[in-house]
Structures are given as structure tokens and as C-alpha cells.
Antibody
Framework: EVQLLESGGDLVQPGGSLRLSCAAS????????MSWVRQAPGKGLEWVSG???????YYADSVKGRFIISRDTSLNMLYLQMNSLRAEDTAVYYC????????????????WGQGTPVTVSS | DIVMTQTPLSAPVTLGQPASISCRSS???????????LNWLHQRPGQPPRLLIY???NRFSGVPDRFSGSGAGTEFTLKISRVEAEDVGIYYC?????????FGQGTRLEIK
């Protein structure tokens, strides 16, 4: 059974930092790109960042230069280091399976975690 | 960035009646590998999104066959043949053809 379990969400002051983690199990983590998607209170879904199976990274303009995505394939972990946090970063952050290394072998975004809440406020 | 535009944003439906949601992309979503990575997701309050349809028209595992997807290029549609109470929530289209991934604004399905 595929499982994605996020952790690390917290209340943090503007300008502060936070590191989110996503523990993956039930699939070949090293063979998939992964993404972080967030949802501000009462709002829609916003893709934040992605990382492919060889460590190539992608970011939304809204977080570029402030957030860093990384992965540890030996631990099946995905991370999001969030720096210089702003009030507008307040959201539930989800990790999700993105594309497989072998194209066409699996649907994209077929599994999502339950999310971890981040609140940026003084 | 590819902009995804959904209509309507709110869809009041009678139980047992059909529902339809449209999604338009600002660019053609055909990937260089020939696939079109257009997904439909469903989200209930307090829950994470759940994949319903992938690559335009493929139902994900466990999704009832009353859900169907269609379209090509830049125009896509999600249809529910007979709405059930459990179908309420917000429906999102999303493209995963290129980075950044982008989502539609969401369509709220509610029972009349």
C-alpha cells in the first residue's frame, strides 16, 4: 500500500524557517519524481516544487529562492526547506507522487499525503 | 506557465442527475512523448485531493464508472452520469505536462 506521511508543519514567525518531511512507503521511491502542493485556507491547490528521480528541481515563482526541495532515496524521504517565510505561505502542504522514471508506467499524482499545516504569523 | 480555467465554479445538481465540468488550458497539453497529462481530482472538506481521472479519460483504481473524462489539446470535460451524495466537494483539473504543474480554480459540486 502506497503511503505518504508529511510532518514538520508548525506555527512560525514571518521571516522564519521550517523544514517539512514526507515519508514514502509502498512503492519504489527512487523511481518517481515527487512534488509538494499547498492549499491556503479556503483556497485552491497550488503546486510549489518538484524533484525528479536524479535530483533535478523545479519551483513555483512564488517560492523560488526561498524554498529548497530535496530527497534522500536511502531513507525514502522527501523534504522541503522553507526559508524567509511570509504570511502568504500559510497553507496545508501535501506531498504527492509525480511522474515515474519509466514513462507511461503509472498515473501522475495518483497518491497524496494527508498534509501538514504551516502557519506563518507573529 | 499554463493557465487552467474551469467552468462553472459552482455546480448545484439534483441527486441522480448528470453533472459536467469543463477545463480549458492556455496551451496544448500534449507532452513530447505523445501523452496528455490532464488529471481530474476530487477533494472533500478536510481531506487531501484524490485522483479520479488521469491522462484525460482513464479512471483511477476504485473510481466508479459514473465518472468519465474526455477532450483533447486544450479542452477537457469531466462528466458524472448520475450524481450521488458522496460526490459533493471540489473538483480540480490539473496539468502535469510541464513544470510548473498548474491547477484549475476548482468547481464546487453541491446537491440542490
Amino acid at each position: 500500500e502506497v503511503q505518504l506521511l508529511e510532518s514538520g508543519g508548525d506555527l512560525v514567525q514571518p521571516g522564519g524557517s521550517l523544514r517539512l518531511s514526507c515519508a514514502a512507503s509502498g512503492f519504489s521511491f527512487r523511481s518517481y519524481a515527487m512534488s509538494w502542493v499547498r492549499q491556503a485556507p479556503g483556497k485552491g491547490l497550488e503546486w510549489v516544487s518538484g524533484i525528479n528521480e536524479v535530483g533535478g528541481t523545479y519551483y513555483a515563482d512564488s517560492v523560488k529562492g526561498r524554498f529548497i526541495i530535496s530527497r534522500d532515496t536511502s531513507l525514502n524521504m522527501l523534504y522541503l526547506q522553507m526559508n524567509s517565510l511570509r504570511a502568504e505561505d500559510t497553507a496545508v502542504y501535501y506531498c504527492a507522487k509525480d511522474y515515474p522514471k519509466v514513462e507511461g508506467s503509472a498515473p501522475l499524482f495518483d497518491y497524496w499525503g494527508q498534509g501538514t499545516p504551516v502557519t506563518v504569523s507573529s | 506557465d499554463i493557465v487552467m480555467t474551469q467552468t462553472p465554479l459552482s455546480a448545484p445538481v439534483t441527486l441522480g442527475q448528470p453533472a459536467s465540468i469543463s477545463c480549458r488550458s492556455s496551451q496544448n497539453l500534449v507532452h513530447h512523448n505523445g501523452n496528455t497529462y490532464l488529471n481530474w481530482l476530487h477533494q472533500r472538506p478536510g481531506q487531501p485531493p484524490r485522483l479520479l481521472i488521469y491522462e484525460i479519460s482513464n479512471r483511477f483504481s476504485g473510481v466508479p464508472d459514473r465518472f468519465s473524462g474526455s477532450g483533447a489539446g486544450t479542452e477537457f470535460t469531466l462528466k458524472i452520469s448520475r450524481v450521488e451524495a458522496e460526490d459533493v466537494g471540489i473538483y480540480y483539473c490539473m496539468q502535469a505536462t510541464q513544470f510548473p504543474r498548474t491547477f484549475g480554480q476548482g468547481t464546487r459540486l453541491e446537491i440542490k
